[in-house]
């Protein structure tokens, strides 16, 4: 079994539609988590870091549901720069674990 | 600040010859350098982690006489692939750990190897 678990996808969505997808991880042991963006042939780069209660930065929305192992974003308001492939990201121990990642094309 | 550099951002080579993949972190020491692997539309693998001055240690199925790893400064760590052959054409991304800090990791751009 995957480490981290995410749909690939693609999810094709409209300017200013709302998106939402998850990843599931198998380490229950699992620390710290986060989302990050990785565009066609480039490095990920940190999205935000996942917290126990949620968190919210502008237009992007993150849960973490422990008892469950999944952790969800939702974007809202999708602007075309929001293309890219979103990276489930789990460390434990010091180590990250990705997921293949989600791909997500807004069209205008 | 927290800037990874990598170099050569790609290489194309014939099957058999060793390419060598450098990483740098410009403007930070870092103790601790990994490198990933990344085939097309599959997710980043660990490949080996570096700590600087002693031996990498090496994922799971990673032969470490075919991945070199050099980590001899606080500012740079070198990958060798050995006689490349063409499954060995990925993506190599590398990240680095501040001196002190446990928990971040900084990603350089990624180098993309082409084995003929």
């Known amino acids: 079994r995957k480490e981290v678990e995410q749909d690939p996808g693609p999810f094709n969505v409209p300017e200013g539609a709302t998106v939402a997808f998850n990843c599931t991880y198998s380490n229950s042991a699992s620390q710290s988590f986060f989302w990050y963006r990785q565009d066609c042939r480039k490095e990920p780069k940190l999205l935000m870091s996942?917290?126990?209660s949620g968190n919210e930065d502008g237009r992007f929305t993150a849960q973490l549901n422990r008892a469950s192992q999944y952790i969800s974003l939702l974007i809202r308001d999708s602007k075309l720069s929001d293309s890219a492939t979103y990276l489930c990201v789990v460390r434990s121990d010091y180590k990250l674990s990705f997921g293949a990642g989600t791909t997500v094309t807004v069209r205008a | 600040g927290a800037v990874v550099s990598q170099h050569p951002s790609r290489v194309i080579c014939k099957s058999g010859t060793s390419v060598k993949i450098e990483c740098r972190s410009l403007d930070f020491q870092a103790t601790t350098m990994f490198w990933y692997r990344q085939f097309p539309k599959q997710s980043l693998m660990l490949m080996a982690t570096?700590?600087?001055?002693?031996?990498?240690?090496?994922e799971q199925g990673v032969e470490k006489d075919k991945f070199l790893i050099n980590h001899a400064s606080l500012t740079l760590s070198t990958l060798t692939v050995t006689s490349a052959h063409p499954e060995d054409s990925s993506f190599y991304i590398c990240?680095?750990?501040?001196?002190?800090?446990?928990?971040?990791?900084?990603f350089g751009p990624g180098t993309r190897l082409t084995v003929l």
């Open positions: 996942v917290y126990s």
């Open positions: 570096s700590n600087e001055g002693s031996k990498a240690t090496y």
């Open positions: 990240s680095a750990r501040a001196s002190g800090d446990l928990l971040g990791q900084f």
